[in-house]
């Protein structure tokens, strides 16, 4: 446990006035982001890290916890609105949130994302407080074998969590790492695929590829669109205290808070598996345990309270192996270490012994800014009917300024403008064609740890593969990895099979 | 865009392929036989082998549906093709003038053509694109010192 002085260190980073304004600004940006249909938290996350580049690391960290929480509740606003999901967070139960604004009770369904959102986002930290240290000692004992299994682990879930396509998300996964591999060779300092260009020998920037991949992308996608159907929305009309009959709902409701909190941190850890696919699988465990299944889709506030606490409690759930291991819990996570890394943060076990008072700042700015989620919430809700005014033929080319500049910023030459082209480019032809981009970035991230730790292991065994099984942890992890491999290639064989023969 | 995924998939074999072959000449390192060539060879097969997985499977389902190789979605048919061009263009135009001229007037117009592509109105487009890039280069160039290109404008900056 940490001391009190550690802890008094922490509070003094975190209440400097410049850190709370930076998390309110950012908090009301993902606000903004997540509120717009089509833009996701991801995003505005992307576009913040140019910014935090030029900040110290707790601000910085600040202002992506506050971003990433926020925008994952005001993805909800949207979903009650106009039945179109701010972000694929509040996907789950867009049905019901706009069912029950049509049944005239809009304050009572937003009343309740937002209050359950945050305590769902508590409860997510209090697990991230309690479990990252304990399973951070444990990781002090690791060699490269066991981080090894644990990359690898972490690249097999990006492949069977995510994706519907496990062939193409495995492909998406081999580009990110081919991408990772791009530049001087970390064992050998050999340039590899730089085609004699001085650029590239310090491989490919993260960040830039990062903000091509969700952002510029996503831009791509939207302007298509806009061409396609018409962008003008009618919006119920909407009045009154947002909180009324919020509180009777949340003390009827305990047993689905706490259970859809446990299952969004237990799958946002999960590597690869994020916000969305928590609110999606917590949804559906709610309605199978429900004893009114039958009224989920048309306006019940059950699967709501399960899911949109599922989504935030994920977002601390995911920060549980990006501190402990360096492994990327999602997306945003994944650009979390690249920030991490920047700011010589080296996210591992050893931070908590070396920074601990950095910890506890970062997990102090987690309560701090998942409690202003509510006045902000508030706001959001009441500024809604004008920010959604906002068209996205004016919105969408200001956001690719935004990315532009952004990806300058990070090489200061337009060489960050290029990888963000191509990467984006690359992106959005691989999503029209049902491939999936998270994949990617968890390449580029975790690659160069996953050949490192591969080339230290094969070179320490003297190439006996048998040595990666031979501590007890190693072989644990070595085996979990087989098994997931294995049943997923059964699944695969079976569903052909049964495909066939039907 | 759509392309099937019998092309994607011949796609991926060649990348394995020159991938494989340009790993080949990686350098070894002295007396060890896992050096720069190992993951790159390794991500090459995989590559190679998820092509040919994904060019049997698309055969396969093709026998049973058909349907063409490369496809235009009815949204780009529908013009979107226009407004895609314009954002690659657009940031096509950053990487090759703004060097040159400077980033104010390169993004000024740029996203001014955008705009207009995206049918705003001619006084609105050039308002909002003087507006963005002015924020864009006070909150880049000024507060956090990013040098951005200032072209012929030098001398008055």
């Known amino acids: ?502 | 865009m759509k392309i099937t995924d019998a092309l994607l998939g011949g796609f991926f074999l060649c990348l394995g392929a020159v991938m494989f072959w340009q790993a080949a000449h990686f350098p070894s390192f002295g007396g060890q036989p896992y050096g720069a060539a190992l993951l790159p060879s390794i991500l090459a097969v995989g590559f190679m082998i998820a092509g040919v997985m994904l060019v049997l499977r698309d055969l396969r389902a093709r026998r049973t549906a058909g349907g063409p190789l490369l496809a235009l979605q009815a949204d780009l048919k529908d013009g979107g093709a226009p407004a895609l061009l314009a954002v690659i263009g657009n940031v096509a135009a950053h990487i090759w003038l703004t060097p040159r001229i400077g980033y104010l007037p390169v993004s000024i117009v740029a996203l001014s053509v955008l705009f207009l592509t995206l049918r705003l109105r001619p006084w609105v487009a050039v308002v909002l694109a003087i507006g963005t890039t002015l924020a864009c280069w006070w909150l880049f160039a000024g507060l956090l010192r990013v040098p951005l290109p200032r072209g012929f404008l030098d001398g008055v900056l």
């Open chain 1, 1 to 502: 446990m940490a001391s009190f002085d550690i802890i008094l260190q922490a509070l003094q980073l975190v209440l400097d006035p410049q850190v709370l304004l930076t998390a309110l600004l950012a908090g009301a940006f993902g606000m903004f982001v997540g509120a717009m249909p089509g833009l996701t938290a991801t995003m505005a996350v992307a576009l913040l890290v140019p910014l935090t580049f030029f900040m110290d690391p707790i601000p910085a960290l600040a202002a992506i916890v506050s971003a990433s929480g926020m925008a994952i509740f005001a993805g909800d606003i949207p979903g009650a609105l106009l039945r179109i999901p701010g972000t694929p967070a509040s996907a789950a139960y867009v049905e019901d949130s706009y069912r029950l604004t049509l049944q005239g009770r809009l304050n009572e369904a937003l009343g309740t994302n937002l209050i359950v959102s945050c305590i769902g986002g508590l409860i997510g930290i209090g697990v991230l407080i309690v479990a990252a240290p304990m399973l951070a000692e444990f990781a002090l004992r690791f060699t490269s074998y066991e981080y090894f299994w644990l990359a690898t682990l972490g690249l097999s879930c990006a492949i069977f969590v995510s994706s519907g396509d496990p062939l193409k998300a495995g492909i998406a996964l081999l580009i990110g790492l081919t991408l990772a591999t791009v530049g001087l060779d970390p064992t050998t300092g050999v340039p590899r695929f730089t085609f004699g260009q001085q650029d590239l020998l310090a491989g490919i920037e993260f960040i830039p590829a990062m903000i091509g991949l969700f952002a510029l992308a996503e831009v791509m996608r939207g302007v298509i669109r806009l061409h396609a159907k018409s962008t003008t929305v009618d919006m119920p009309p909407y009045n009154g205290p947002l909180f009324k009959g919020v509180g009777g709902i949340v003390r009827r409701h305990p047993k689905n808070i706490a259970r859809g909190s446990l299952m969004g941190v237990l799958i946002g850890a999960l590597p690869g598996a994020g916000a969305d696919i928590a609110a999606w699988m917590s949804y559906a465990v709610s309605k199978r345990f429900s004893r009114t299944p039958q009224k989920y889709g048309t306006g019940h506030v059950e699967g709501l309270v399960d899911a949109s606490a599922a989504n935030n409690a994920a977002v601390g759930g995911s920060w549980i192996p990006a501190l402990v291991f360096g492994i990327p819990g999602d997306s945003v996570t994944a650009i979390v270490i690249g920030v991490l890394y920047m700011k010589g943060m080296n996210p591992g076990p050893t931070v908590f012994i070396q920074n601990p008072q950095l910890i506890y700042a970062v997990f102090m700015i987690f309560i701090v800014t998942t409690l202003m989620m509510v006045p902000l919430g508030w706001t959001a809700v009441k500024a809604a009917k004008q920010v959604l005014r906002v068209p996205p033929r004016v919105l969408l080319p200001i956001v690719m300024s935004l990315c532009i500049v952004g990806a300058f910023a990070m090489t200061n030459s337009v060489f960050g403008i290029i990888i963000m082209l191509a990467i984006g480019l690359l992106g959005w032809l691989m999503e029209e064609n049902g491939f999936p981009v998270a994949p990617i970035i968890l390449g580029l991230v975790l690659g160069p740890m996953f050949e490192r730790m591969f080339m230290t292991s094969m070179i320490k065994s003297n190439g006996d593969l048998l040595a990666f099984f031979e501590r007890p942890i190693a072989a644990g992890l070595g085996i979990c990895v087989l098994l997931i491999w294995g049943l997923s290639i059964l699944g695969a064989v079976r569903g052909r099979r049964a495909a066939r023969d039907h």
